[in-house]
């Protein structure tokens, strides 16, 4: 499987794990799905022999509609065929969130080989992360860390 680079904006097949408000410890609903990388950060991994990892930050993509106290950003139909989403409503949610590092349980999405969907347009990325910021800001444990 050919490796985007890891960069805000885009969309890969990722094996999220639903953590939070209302969900199970984690790791109870890990299911790979079309995912939204809104953060990407290169550290130094001290307890790897000081190796240098990109750490990713991912916000999922689903079908399901939010809850209460769930935040969503819909996904415009024009974006979704873009990206080659399902022709279902499909909803990112800035209410989850999991940092994992790169390219750690990425998976090809289904009937292809790729991993990688595309990049969301530069406006509808931008209001997701506003909204994510701001979420974050009432929730600072939203982020649910995998790896590191």
Not at 34 to 39: A, M, T
Not at 43 to 50: Q, T, Y
Not at 54 to 59: C, E, F, P, Q, S
Not at 117 to 128: H, M
């Amino acid at each position: 499987m050919r490796l985007p680079p890891p960069e805000i904006g885009r969309v890969v097949h990722y094996g999220f794990v639903w953590a939070g408000a209302g969900r199970a410890a984690p790791p109870d609903a890990a299911k790979s799905r079309p995912c939204l990388i809104v953060d990407v950060e290169e550290i130094v991994e001290r307890d790897a022999g000081s190796r240098p990892v990109k750490r990713v930050t991912y916000l999922p993509i689903s079908h399901t509609p939010p809850r209460k106290g769930e935040e969503t950003i819909d996904v415009p139909v024009r974006v979704a065929q873009h990206l080659g989403l399902t022709r279902e409503k499909s909803y990112i949610y800035t209410s989850y969130a999991v940092e994992d590092d790169w390219p750690f349980d990425l998976e090809a999405r289904p009937g292809s080989t790729e991993c990688d969907y595309g990049l969301v347009p530069p406006r509808l990325f931008e209001a997701v992360a506003e909204n994510f910021a701001a979420y974050l800001k009432r929730h600072p444990q939203t982020t649910h860390k995998r790896s590191g």
